[in-house]
């Protein structure tokens, strides 16, 4: 009897240390597991932050080789002047196992918001093949909503239009923030959104592509393309297929090294038969040849992490260069082609102030 209890005492110790010697694996293996979740989350984070310190350094690189080549040329006009590729451009060394992506863009080739001539908006909207009827109504119904007066257009809307209809807004009486403003303004209600889902549709799209919100200075025609460059064509009076194809040189191969550049809108081939909507020269503030406005986007991404950069730069105070009269061609740009050799080109990180651009927005990982 002493012998058994003494065995049973002895396995209700052994049971007793293997449940503990559980316990403890347990615990051991949770608290590995969030030692483990603590280190990605502060690796993610330290990672992100070296991306981003990446990323702006990129961002610089992209204002310099701007100045550079403006220096060098006198102006910006189209992105085979070199701007089109500055990581190419500039001959940074990137660092290894990073992806890296700096896209610039001219926004000055599209139709600045701010105009309110009619027969511009009322060519634009034909082009996307809307009927004249509704056109005019689009046209009247965009300027009402973004003048200061209260005054309304023949096919228009005004506070009182909107208060009948049953809405509870009025015209902002402001430019245009954003594209989904539309949504509320008579006529694109219905013409550019899905009538049962309410998304945007083709014409939205269209103008969306057409049209820029941040600048305010004539259309690059250099820059211009699609509906945008067959509105100038008719409020010019020029051929625009004539256009593109002078615009991709002698090859008759768009970004290449033999395509030219105007440097004056006057340049343009049967520039001056066109229209002069009312009874006013229109071309001052309509017609251009500078790149004045600039989108920059910088992506840098390791493995499945990724950080965005989003910028409109636009020049400081707000000024245009007067462009002179001759016709630019590209080179052919090389790596460092204009800084020497294999000499990159000078970056400042956070001191864009060195540089005649200034920055209208910013967004971080997330494209506006």
Partial sequence: MHSQIKQNSRGSILIGVLVILFIMSVVILR??????????YQSQFQG???????AYCLFDTALAVLHEIKEID??????????????GYSGIPLPDGVDVQVKITDESGRLPINHNNVQIWNLLFEEMGI??????????????WMDQDDLKRLNGAEKED???DGKDYRPSNEILKDFEELRLIQGFDEVFFDEETGEPNQYYHWFEQSVTLHCEHPVNVNAAQGLVLNVLARMGGFDSEYLRQHLRGPDNEAGTGDDPWLTNFEQIPGFGAGPTPGGTNSSGNL???TSQMFRIEVKVARGESVFLIDT??????????????STGTSRNVQKGARTGGN?????STGSQSRYPFEIVHISENRIF
């Fill in 131 to 144: 009927d004249l009827g509704q056109a005019e109504i689009l046209t009247d119904s965009l300027i009402d």
């Fill in 74 to 87: 006198g102006q910006l006009y189209r992105p085979v002047q070199g701007w089109g590729d500055p990581i």
């Fill in 287 to 289: 017609f251009g040849a």
């Fill in 343 to 347: 000499k990159s080109v000078k970056s």
């Fill in 48 to 54: 992100q932050e070296d991306m981003r310190s990446q």
């Fill in 31 to 40: 608290f590995i597991e969030e030692a483990t979740k603590e280190i990605q």
């Fill in 162 to 164: 909107y208060d009948f």
């Fill in 312 to 325: 409109l730069v636009g020049p400081k105070g707000g000024g245009t260069s007067s462009a002179n009269r």
